[in-house]
């Protein structure tokens, strides 16, 4: 993913940057950025143990990398603590990256609704299929008596 974005850094340096969807997809683009971006817009800062308790199916590395992108991209604030013991470090959303969380957050309820959306056309299928199965099988067995009785 680096590559995208140091193309893209390298169009804007160059003012050869002319289309603002790619530039967001590659701010915003990484399984796991969308939603680190919610959690801390929705919740507010987090340490970097409490993000990744919050995904637990994500390395330590991956994680490091998708922060280290946001806060390069001026989306997330990087604060360490160094009077604690051990040192801690807290990530929030910057002023850009609140600027973000109307878009996130749009993009969280398009998601619940065509979840549902494909849930209720998994249900409607299923019974659909289950009709057409007991279908088929009339069929087959009323197959079965017209050949006997044709033989």
């Not at 013991?85 to 910057?94: D, F, N």
Request: aromatic share 8%; glycine share 4%.
């Amino acid at each position: 993913m680096g590559d995208l974005r140091q193309e893209i850094r390298a169009k804007i340096e160059n003012q050869q940057y002319n289309c603002e969807k790619e530039l967001t997809l590659s701010i915003i683009s990484g399984k796991w950025k969308v939603v680190i971006l919610y959690h801390l817009g929705v919740e507010g800062a987090h340490r970097f143990s409490d993000i990744k308790r919050l995904f637990p199916k994500i390395s330590h590395k991956v994680l490091t990398n998708q922060l280290r992108e946001l806060e390069e991209d001026g989306i997330v604030n990087r604060e360490v603590f160094y009077e604690t013991s051990p040192i801690q470090v807290e990530y929030s959303l910057t002023e850009v990256g609140e600027s973000l969380l109307p878009i996130v957050l749009m993009m969280y309820e398009w998601g619940k609704e065509r979840m549902e959306s494909l849930k209720t056309r998994a249900a409607t299928t299923d019974t659909c299929d289950n009709r057409d199965e007991r279908s088929i099988a009339e069929l087959n067995s009323a197959n079965s008596a017209v050949k006997q009785d044709i033989y």
